[in-house]
């Protein structure tokens, strides 16, 4: 399997020769869902999509004319079932994988209402440092990297 490529600067001048040079920007909302006992929530990519059995944060593409935000609500009702509270727009990482240059808006969610309920087939495990889930889609590692600055884990394995 080609690798995917993280983009620092998506925005940044190209000389031609880098990875998603000439290719649409897929928007893509991302919901980090933290429980009170600080774990995250990770979904399995679904049964028949690209990175089939991938682990990583629930989420999808923005539609024509919606915000990030609203995005995250529709695809988090639609994917899993729950209905979010406020989010709070965290960071944002460009990804090139062979079959799309995504921009991956993560935002946190600390509270939202329902049970989890997995509609596409995936499965979901509550995490934390180091996860044990694997494997792990490479969108997914530089959360897990933050996660580890913002915890003190700094230095240390964020997958086992």
Same mark, same amino acid.
């Given at each position: 399997?080609? &690798?995917?490529?993280?983009?620092?600067?998506?925005?940044? #001048? %190209?000389?031609?020769?880098?990875?998603?040079?000439?290719?649409? $920007?897929?928007?893509?909302?991302?919901?980090? *869902? $933290?429980? #009170?006992?600080?774990? /995250?929530?990770? =979904?399995?990519?679904? #049964? +028949? &999509?690209?990175?089939?059995?991938?682990?990583?944060?629930?989420?999808? &593409?923005?539609?024509?004319?919606? =915000?990030?935000?609203?995005?995250?609500?529709?695809?988090?009702?639609?994917?899993? +079932?729950?209905? $979010?509270?406020?989010?709070?727009?965290?960071?944002?990482? =460009?990804?090139?994988? #062979?079959?799309?240059?995504? %921009? *991956?808006? /993560?935002?946190?969610?600390?509270?939202?209402?329902?049970?989890?309920?997995?509609?596409?087939?995936?499965?979901?495990?509550?995490?934390?440092? @180091?996860?044990?889930?694997? @494997?792990?889609?490479?969108? =997914?590692? @530089?959360?897990?990297?933050?996660?580890? !600055? !913002? %915890?003190? /884990?700094? +230095? &240390?394995?964020?997958?086992?």
């Amino acid at each position: 399997m080609i &690798k995917p490529v993280l983009i620092a600067d998506p925005d940044r #001048p %190209r000389d031609g020769n880098e990875p998603g040079q000439n290719r649409q $920007i897929v928007e893509v909302a991302v919901g980090v *869902l $933290i429980r #009170p006992d600080g774990d /995250f929530l990770l =979904t399995s990519r679904p #049964p +028949g &999509k690209v990175y089939e059995g991938y682990w990583e944060f629930p989420g999808g &593409k923005l539609e024509a004319g919606e =915000t990030v935000e609203q995005a995250l609500r529709r695809e988090l009702r639609e994917e899993i +079932g729950i209905a $979010i509270g406020p989010v709070e727009a965290w960071k944002v990482e =460009t990804v090139d994988y #062979p079959h799309a240059l995504v %921009r *991956l808006n /993560f935002c946190k969610v600390f509270e939202w209402s329902g049970a989890l309920h997995m509609h596409e087939g995936q499965t979901f495990a509550w995490q934390r440092l @180091p996860v044990t889930v694997a @494997p792990v889609l490479p969108g =997914t590692l @530089p959360v897990l990297a933050w996660f580890a !600055e !913002e %915890r003190g /884990f700094a +230095g &240390k394995a964020v997958v086992s």
